[in-house]
Structure formats: structure tokens, C-alpha cells
């Protein structure tokens, strides 16, 4: 499992890592994956995918994701990380 060093990627890489990781979730083409994909909507994920996915991304990117923060659409979730993985 590849562990990042979160505060030396540019923001590039976190975008990249995102993708991955959210594609990974349901196997999903990463041609699919979109920053202003819906998780419900567009790539049919539930609650309980959303929650693993943020047990990942807390995991490589050494962040907490409180339960209040609105994730909606992979954009949120990349903006998320830029912000809390460089702090």
C-alpha cells in the first residue's frame, strides 16, 4: 500500500491519488471519474462507499474528514485534501 507524504506532492498528485482511490471503491473506469461527478448520482456510491473512501483518504493522506464536511462530488473530495493534506 503506497503511503503518501502528503504536504511534498504537488497538487496534481493529490488529484491523481483521489481518482484512484475513488475509482478503486467499485472498480470504476477512471475515464468515468470527474471532478464534477455526483457520488450518488453519477457513479452510484453509497453511503457506506463514501465512508470507506474517507477511511482511505484519511489513511494515505494522514487527515481526519469530520462527518459534517458536505463530500458530494469527487471535486469535493479533491478540494478537501488539498486544503488538509498540506497543513
Known amino acids: 500500500m503506497y503511503v503518501s507524504t502528503a504536504a511534498a506532492l504537488p497538487a496534481a498528485s493529490i ?12 472498480a470504476i473506469r477512471a475515464s ?3 471532478k464534477t461527478a455526483s457520488l450518488a448520482r453519477d457513479l452510484r456510491f453509497d453511503t457506506v462507499d463514501v465512508v470507506d473512501i ?4 484519511e489513511r494515505n493522506f494522514h487527515i481526519v474528514i469530520p462527518d459534517e464536511v458536505p ?7 479533491v478540494r478537501f485534501v488539498r486544503e488538509h493534506a498540506a497543513a
Request: hydrophobic share 40%; net charge positive; charged share 35%.
Open 15 to 26: 488529484e491523481q491519488q483521489v481518482f484512484r482511490i475513488i475509482s478503486k471503491r467499485k
Open 32 to 34: 468515468r471519474v470527474r
Open 54 to 57: 474517507i477511511l482511505e483518504l
Open 71 to 77: 463530500l458530494y462530488t469527487v471535486g469535493d473530495f
